[in-house]
């Protein structure tokens, strides 16, 4: 377990998704090996290195770590990403755990029913709007910098646009009644790193399709149906 961190994880977007971005906006290269049968999977329980039964699984550092927000948090620090002192980590968490809360309502969508994801599209909308973005357009007018915490670039910035990109798949204009935010957007989007991964034939995952559902139904099993928020 040497070199380029290598990502385990199905083809498509999912809790890895975040991961990709991190290390994107690290400038840090990445391998990833898809997980397409069931017996892929096994094989990795098997042998062990899912501590608890389930994946993203990122080996890096000679560590095979599993947990998302393990895996993040590791990423942020060691690529000064994770603010300049305790305050500012705090900060952070903070404002990522909004975002993750706001990419929840995201994650499921696509294992919905037709008529359940028209009603979750609306509830993802209405909860940006009313209640997740307001903070984030308040932290930027009242502090007045570029980025959300000390003027630095950091994983709450990341996260925070992979989220709006996100909701605006479902709605394109969801940012209209945001100034700071749509400022936001495109300062972030213009830095060199996340430039290059928001091009074509990156590593990013595009919208999740029905091929990326029936892998992911048919490696974990997952035989019920998802309801709507």
Same mark, same amino acid.
């Given at each position: 377990?040497?070199?380029? !961190? ?44 899912? %501590? ?23 990423? $942020? ?5 994770? @603010? ?6 705090? %900060? ?9 809360? %706001? ?10 029913? $037709? ?13 940006? #709007? ?17 980025? %959300?915490? @000390? ?25 209209? @009644?945001? !100034? ?12 060199? #790193? ?6 074509? @034939?990156?590593?990013?995952? !595009?919208? !999740? ?18 309801? $709507?928020?």
């Amino acid at each position: 377990m040497s070199g380029k !961190p290598k990502l385990y994880y199905f083809d498509g977007r999912g809790k890895m998704e975040s991961v990709r971005w991190l290390l994107a906006a690290a400038g840090v290269e990445f391998e990833e090996e898809f997980l397409e049968t069931r017996e892929q999977y096994e094989k990795l329980l098997q042998g062990g290195s899912l %501590l608890f039964q389930q994946v993203p699984m990122v080996e890096m550092d000679g560590m095979r770590m599993v947990q998302t927000r393990a895996i993040l948090s590791y990423i $942020a620090a060691k690529y000064n990403l994770y @603010g300049k002192d305790l305050k500012e980590r705090a %900060l952070i968490d903070m404002y990522v755990g909004g975002t993750e809360d %706001l990419m929840g309502f995201i994650l499921m969508f696509p294992f919905l029913s $037709a008529e359940d994801k028209e009603k979750q599209r609306a509830f993802i909308v209405q909860k940006a #709007t009313s209640r997740y973005f307001p903070v984030y357009e308040k932290v930027l007018k009242d502090h007045g910098q570029d980025f %959300l915490v @000390g003027n630095n670039f950091s994983w709450a910035d990341v996260h925070l646009l992979e989220a709006i990109l996100m909701v605006e798949e479902k709605k394109s204009d969801v940012l209209s @009644g945001f !100034p700071q935010l749509q400022a936001f957007k495109a300062r972030i989007s213009s830095i060199p #790193t996340i430039k290059k991964f928001l091009e074509p @034939g990156s590593q990013r995952k !595009p919208v !999740p399709d029905d091929k990326y559902v029936e892998t992911v139904r048919r490696v974990l099993r997952m035989y019920y149906d998802l309801k $709507a928020n």
